[in-house]
């Protein structure tokens, strides 16, 4: 656990704070009313290298590790920010450097840590799967040096932002195959120059994530554009899940602690009955436990990433980190708005817009439930469920 407090990481907290100093509450207050992209944010974080700190040396970014990309995300999160506007370039990413071909990565990686190119979209989710991944239907069917994708993917984040989304198709279908993991490929589709028909359909959300429908109809890709090995795609996506659970929960961890922050600033200062609310144990001692449950899912998702920085096994822990992280974040912004009272629900305050943006952590990428089914049958060797 000492790796939280080397003077590298606190420097790329300085750093990270202050970038965010110049992206207030106002900036996020207004685009989220607007349900507008923070480009200028977007911008500035890429020019400062922030967005490529996974992406090798020999390929222009920063080589660095999970734990240092989770530091920079949970930064954001607790300056009032939100990087869902980008964050997936820095999930996506691992797929593409463990199992692209060296020519693919030659392709894309130097002009994504430039800010040339952005890989901001992953469609995996569909409609008729949900979180049953290896019951997608979107079809990729090899026609000489093409596949031709047809198909329909549901709540893809940034798809209009991006220029390279990764994209998850059955290139067998599910009753073909014996193992239901096998048949699924990932495919690097370059949505600057698409043949076929693309259809890139915004949803109206709760947050905003610029999440959207995409229809496929006779979408061409190159083969030179699939990852890997075809029909190996699953595993290829599964070995990406820790590091995204981790980073997810560094996310909630910033927003934990901004969550806290505020409502023991408040607790201090709101006077009723008169003293300040927070001399009252009914809201001291929710934001004290608030606190606490922050801090402990903080140890977990620094256990987690050192394992994953290391190369060893840590699934039990990327997912415990995310399940406790996305938790502990839930219950800082219900303690947060019980705290503000009426404020809480006035947007000027901000805590709204935080306490929407929070929730999603237990539902997406993966829903906790998901995870406590992977907990109970895969490390506790309990019956499976599904
Ligand atoms: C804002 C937002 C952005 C998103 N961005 C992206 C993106 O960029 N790319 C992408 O691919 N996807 C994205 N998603 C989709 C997200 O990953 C899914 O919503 C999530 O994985 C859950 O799938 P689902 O919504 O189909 O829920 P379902 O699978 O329909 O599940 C509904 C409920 O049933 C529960 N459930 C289902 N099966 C079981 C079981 N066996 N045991 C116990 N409980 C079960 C779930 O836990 C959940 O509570 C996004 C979602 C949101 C809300």
Same mark, same amino acid.
């Given at each position: 656990?000492?790796?939280?407090?080397?003077? $590298?990481?606190?420097?790329?907290? $300085?750093?990270?704070? @202050?970038?965010?100093?110049?992206?207030?509450?106002?900036?996020?207050?207004?685009?989220?009313?607007?349900?507008?992209?923070?480009?200028?944010?977007?911008?500035?974080?890429?020019?400062?290298?922030?967005?490529?700190?996974?992406?090798?040396?020999?390929?222009?970014?920063?080589?660095?590790?999970?734990?240092?990309?989770? #530091?920079?995300?949970?930064?954001?999160?607790?300056?009032?920010?939100?990087?869902?506007?980008?964050?997936?370039?820095?999930?996506?990413?691992?797929?593409?450097?463990?199992?692209?071909?060296?020519?693919?990565? &030659?392709? +894309?990686?130097?002009?994504?840590?430039?800010?040339?190119? =952005?890989?901001?979209?992953?469609?995996?989710?569909?409609?008729?799967?949900?979180?049953?991944?290896?019951? #997608?239907?979107? =079809?990729?069917?090899?026609?000489?040096?093409?596949?031709?994708?047809?198909?329909?993917?549901?709540?893809? @984040?940034?798809?209009?932002?991006?220029?390279?989304?990764?994209?998850?198709?059955?290139?067998?279908? +599910?009753?073909?195959?014996?193992? !239901?993991?096998?048949?699924?490929?990932?495919?690097?589709?370059?949505?600057?120059?698409?043949?076929?028909?693309?259809?890139?359909?915004?949803?109206?959300?709760?947050?905003?994530?610029?999440?959207?429908?995409?229809?496929?109809?006779?979408?061409?890709?190159?083969?030179?554009?699939?990852?890997?090995?075809?029909?190996?795609?699953?595993? +290829?996506?599964?070995?990406?899940?820790?590091?995204?659970?981790?980073?997810?929960?560094?996310?909630?961890? %910033?927003?934990? &602690?901004?969550?806290?922050? =505020?409502?023991?600033?408040?607790?201090?200062?709101?006077?009723?009955?008169?003293?300040?609310?927070?001399?009252?144990?009914?809201?001291?001692?929710?934001?004290?436990?608030? +606190?606490?449950?922050?801090?402990?899912?903080?140890?977990?998702?620094?256990?987690?990433?050192?394992?994953?920085?290391?190369?060893? !096994?840590?699934?039990?822990?990327?997912?415990?980190? !995310?399940?406790?992280?996305?938790?502990?974040?839930?219950?800082?912004?219900?303690?947060?708005?019980?705290?503000? %009272?009426?404020?809480?629900?006035?947007? $000027?305050? $901000?805590?709204?817009?935080?306490?929407?943006?929070?929730?999603?952590?237990?539902?997406?990428?993966?829903?906790?439930?998901?995870?406590?089914?992977?907990?109970?049958?895969?490390?506790?060797?309990?019956?499976?469920?599904?």
């Amino acid at each position: 656990m000492t790796s939280v407090v080397n003077e $590298d990481r606190q420097a790329i907290r $300085d750093a990270v704070r @202050s970038l965010c100093k110049s992206f207030p509450d106002t900036y996020w207050r207004d685009l989220d009313k607007r349900d507008e992209y923070p480009q200028d944010f977007v911008n500035a974080l890429t020019s400062s290298g922030y967005l490529a700190v996974l992406i090798p040396e020999e390929y222009g970014g920063a080589g660095l590790g999970v734990t240092e990309a989770g #530091i920079i995300l949970e930064e954001i999160n607790r300056s009032g920010g939100n990087p869902g506007a980008c964050h997936a370039q820095m999930y996506t990413m691992g797929t593409l450097l463990r199992h692209g071909s060296e020519e693919q990565k &030659r392709r +894309y990686l130097p002009q994504i840590a430039k800010g040339e190119l =952005r890989l901001q979209a992953f469609a995996v989710t569909e409609p008729n799967a949900g979180s049953d991944t290896t019951r #997608i239907e979107t =079809r990729a069917v090899r026609k000489g040096d093409r596949y031709i994708v047809n198909g329909q993917k549901i709540f893809i @984040s940034r798809a209009k932002q991006s220029d390279l989304m990764l994209l998850l198709a059955r290139t067998t279908p +599910y009753n073909e195959v014996k193992d !239901k993991t096998q048949g699924i490929s990932v495919f690097v589709v370059d949505m600057r120059n698409v043949k076929g028909n693309l259809q890139i359909q915004p949803l109206d959300m709760m947050v905003n994530h610029h999440t959207n429908t995409i229809f496929f109809e006779d979408v061409e890709i190159p083969v030179s554009n699939l990852i890997g090995e075809e029909g190996k795609g699953f595993r +290829y996506i599964i070995d990406g899940w820790n590091a995204e659970r981790i980073l997810v929960a560094s996310e909630a961890i %910033g927003d934990g &602690r901004w969550f806290v922050d =505020r409502a023991s600033a408040y607790a201090r200062d709101r006077v009723v009955f008169g003293r300040p609310i927070g001399a009252n144990q009914g809201v001291q001692f929710p934001i004290a436990q608030a +606190y606490a449950h922050v801090e402990a899912a903080d140890l977990m998702r620094f256990d987690a990433a050192a394992k994953f920085d290391r190369g060893e !096994k840590c699934g039990a822990e990327a997912n415990m980190a !995310k399940l406790l992280a996305s938790e502990a974040s839930w219950e800082a912004a219900n303690v947060c708005l019980n705290t503000y %009272g009426g404020y809480g629900f006035a947007r $000027d305050y $901000d805590v709204e817009r935080k306490f929407r943006e929070t929730r999603l952590f237990t539902v997406a990428p993966v829903n906790n439930n998901l995870i406590l089914a992977f907990l109970g049958q895969n490390v506790l060797k309990m019956p499976k469920s599904y």
